[in-house]
């Protein structure tokens, strides 16, 4: 059970849910796969090292390098799985975060308007930046989010169906 479920009020249903783009995850994974393959370079040319000392010390340095790029690799995993954005019937619910949690919570009716900023990169993959516009002028981007655009037609519905 989730964020969005156990901070449900009496009568709210979940109308739809998104989280972060897997792009979060590409940088990540680049940085993954390059220490990776630095590291198994290092032990297989380590392995050839005739020096005991010398080649102990490739040998644990390629080790260090594939361990960083999985911690760095499980860090951006952790971020994306920990983030939930969901519209209900009477609210709108982003949270990010595990060890450290940010949540921004606005009925349906103090949203004043809601936008969508998509790059180009954005609109070919299906992600974007939400921005919420409550009543008072606060503006709340949220960057990277999956299927941006329906996230939005799916505030506007809800809107719609409680005025």
Do not use: C
């Not at 783009?21 to 796969?33: F, G, K």
């Not at 911690?71 to 969901?86: N, P, S």
């Not at 009477?90 to 936008?115: A, P």
């Amino acid at each position: 059970m989730g964020y969005v479920e156990k901070n449900l009020i009496s009568g709210e249903e979940i109308a739809y849910r998104s989280g972060l783009h897997w792009i979060v995850l590409l940088r990540s994974m680049i940085v993954a796969a390059l220490l990776g393959v630095l590291g198994v370079v290092m032990l297989v040319e380590g392995s050839q090292v005739k020096d005991t000392q010398s080649r102990q010390v490739v040998s644990a340095l390629g080790i260090l390098a594939i361990v960083i790029g999985a911690v760095y690799l499980l860090a951006a995993i952790i971020q994306r799985r920990g983030a939930e954005f969901a519209v209900t019937n009477k609210r709108v619910i982003f949270k990010t975060g595990v060890m450290r949690r940010s949540s921004e919570e606005l009925f349906l009716n103090k949203v004043e308007s809601i936008t969508v900023d998509e790059g180009m990169l954005g609109r070919a993959l299906n992600y974007g930046t939400i921005n919420v516009r409550g009543t008072g002028g606060t503006l709340e981007p949220f960057h990277k989010i999956a299927h941006a655009q329906e996230f939005r037609r799916q505030v506007q519905e809800q809107i719609s169906k409680n005025p």
